[in-house]
């Protein structure tokens, strides 16, 4: 697909092919290729129709795509979709900004830190972790997480233990290897192997020789 269109052919393109579309599948195939593209203009154009889309696999899908890592001029647009009320779109979009690495994430993120979704939640922790000045934030509301009655949000948590390197939360994934849930159980002993794999030298593992 053509992605070097003019103004006039982006509107066209979206009038024609996508706003009037009534296949959700074909839709999704055009704003999925479309999202990939450089050009500002069709990348606004692209979060402008997300934002006011009513399917939110479409929103939670592309915005996925978005190549905001690598033009931080899109990060106004996206942040829009921070406020969608539809749990998945608003936990993709953090992950989305967290590749960018701006100074801009802070600000952005940390009313996110609040979020009732357990996803949004800790894909927010996560990206707010390479922030050192809100370490010991991060870890108060890591610690509430491990101890909330939601089985999502503790799974969750150990979750993000395991993407961030567990160093600080080893001791809470040992203590939830007793844990009668198995969805968080299995979290927490993935966070563990990641832990492992990244922090332990191969020569520690060694059998001793007699």
Not at 19 to 48: C, H, M
Not at 95 to 119: F, I, T, W
Request: charged share 30%.
């Amino acid at each position: 697909m053509n992605t070097t269109f003019g103004e006039k052919e982006i509107k066209a393109l979206f009038k024609n092919e996508i706003i009037n579309n009534k296949d959700i599948d074909i839709i999704l195939k055009y704003l999925t290729v479309l999202s990939r593209a450089k050009d500002p203009k069709i990348i606004e154009e692209v979060i402008n129709y997300l934002e006011q889309a009513k399917d939110n696999r479409l929103k939670a899908s592309v915005v996925k795509f978005l190549p905001v890592a690598s033009n931080h001029d899109y990060i106004p647009l996206l942040a829009k979709l921070l406020r969608d009320e539809n749990n998945r779109v608003r936990a993709n979009t953090v992950e989305a900004l967290s590749l960018c690495g701006s100074s801009r994430l802070k600000k952005l993120l940390l009313p996110m830190v609040d979020d009732p979704d357990n996803r949004t939640k800790s894909n927010t922790l996560i990206a707010l972790w390479q922030c050192d000045e809100l370490r010991d934030k991060i870890i108060e509301c890591f610690e509430k997480m491990v101890k909330d009655p939601s089985r999502w949000m503790r799974a969750s948590a150990f979750y993000a233990f395991g993407e961030i390197g567990v160093l600080e939360f080893t001791d809470e994934c040992i203590s939830a290897l007793a844990e009668k849930d198995e969805l968080v159980a299995k979290n927490a002993v993935l966070a563990l192997i990641g832990y492992a794999e990244k922090y332990i030298d191969d020569s520690v593992t060694d059998q001793p020789e007699l």
